[in-house]
């Protein structure tokens, strides 16, 4: 199993910006890919940005542009940088990874973007 543990997030002004963290911990050895979700207020959960161990990268396309994840396994933690952030990007965001088709999710940190 692995565990997940975020920190960052918060409340920010418009064309600000924040960085979210989470450690992974566990049987961090058979990841192969992490990923941030985005549950806004009265919305499904959805896949913001995903990393793969070889270091490719998806991105939702509201986020293209003003956002990076980043994984460094030295430290087994998984980054996203947002920047120049906008009222729509408020909500609780996961960090998440499957190991043996068991799927991991973080305790959500919020994010809220005024504008």
């Known amino acids: 199993q692995v565990q997940l543990v975020e920190s960052g997030g918060g409340l920010v002004q418009a064309g600000g910006s924040l960085r979210l963290s989470c450690v992974a911990s566990g049987k961090t050895s058979v990841i192969d890919a992490m990923g941030w979700y985005r549950q806004a207020p009265g919305k499904q959960r959805e896949l913001v940005a995903s990393i793969f161990s070889g270091g490719h990268t998806n991105y939702e396309d509201s986020v293209k542009g003003r956002f990076t994840i980043s994984w460094d396994k030295a430290i087994n933690t998984m980054y996203l940088e947002m920047d120049n952030l906008k009222p729509e990007d408020t909500g609780v965001y996961f960090c998440?990874?499957?190991?043996?088709?068991?799927?991991?999710w973080g305790q959500g940190n919020q994010v809220t973007v005024s504008s």
């Open positions: 998440n990874t499957g190991v043996w088709g068991i799927e991991c």
